[in-house]
Antibody, heavy 117, light 107 residues
Framework: QVQLQESGPGLVKPSETLSLICNVS????????WTWIRQSPGKGLESIAC???????DYNPTLNSRVTLSIDSSKNQFSLKLSSVTTADTAVYYC???????????WGQGTLVTVSS | DIQVTQSPSTLSASVGDRVSITCRAS??????LAWYQQKPGKVPQLLIY???TLYSEVPSRFSASRSGTEFTLTISSLQPDDFATYYC?????????FGQGTKLDIK
């Protein structure tokens, strides 16, 4: 059974970098594509970026310049860094498995990240 | 970005009712649309992909269709477990975009 679990700080100061890790179990990370989604009351569900199992990436243009994705196959995990955060980046952040075409199979439980001084 | 307009935002219904939720895309997306169910405090669960294909183990009372850029999710006979929020997602072009959600509650 595929399981995903996000981890990272729940509180980040404005202008700092938000860093999250998604640990994947039950399947090799090389099997699927992987994506980050966030959900906030004001903006609903928003795509952040995705890593395709082909090695390619896609980024939401509104966040592109601030996003860094990486994958660590040895640890079966992938990560997200979002720099120069503001209060608008406060949201529940989800990692999810994705078929290459783009629908989402399994989601992590989500982690609330609050941006506040 | 492709905009996806979902309606209604809330829907009140009773057990046994037939209900429908609609998503309209701002441009052609073929059949690249998925539907998810999210219960309070839980993560979204995939129901439908490629506009009308039922995902594994999803009850057959769920169905979906496409007409051009309009997509409809139908629940034929509401069960107590179905009261939740439903989202559509286009995956024709990245960034994937989601509808604003339809909260289905008990009348």
């Amino acid at each position: 059974q595929v399981q995903l679990q996000e981890s990272g700080p729940g509180l980040v100061k404005p202008s700092e970098t938000l860093s999250l890790i998604c640990n994947v179990s039950g399947v090799s990370i090389n099997t699927y594509s992987w994506t980050w989604i966030r959900q906030s009351p004001g903006k609903g569900l928003e795509s952040i970026a995705c890593l395709y199992n082909s090695g390619g990436t896609d980024y939401n243009p509104t966040l592109n310049s601030r996003v860094t994705l990486s994958i660590d196959s040895s640890k079966n995990q992938f990560s997200l860094k979002l720099s120069s955060v503001t209060t608008a980046d406060t949201a529940v952040y989800y990692c999810a498995s994705q078929v290459p075409t783009g629908y989402l199979l399994q989601w992590g439980q989500g982690t609330l990240v609050t941006v506040s001084s | 970005d492709i905009q996806v307009t979902q309606s209604p935002s809330t829907l009140s219904a009773s057990v046994g009712d037939r209900v429908s939720i609609t998503c309209r895309a701002s441009q052609t997306i073929g059949s690249w649309l998925a539907w998810y169910q999210q219960k309070p405090g839980k993560v979204p669960q995939l129901l439908i992909y490629k506009a009308s294909t039922l995902y594994s183990e999803v009850p057959s009372r769920f169905s979906a269709s496409r007409s051009g850029t309009e997509f409809t999710l139908t629940i034929s006979s509401l069960q107590p477990d179905d009261f939740a929020t439903y989202y559509c997602q286009q995956y024709h072009n990245y960034p994937w975009t989601f509808g604003q959600g339809t909260k289905l509650d008990i009348k």
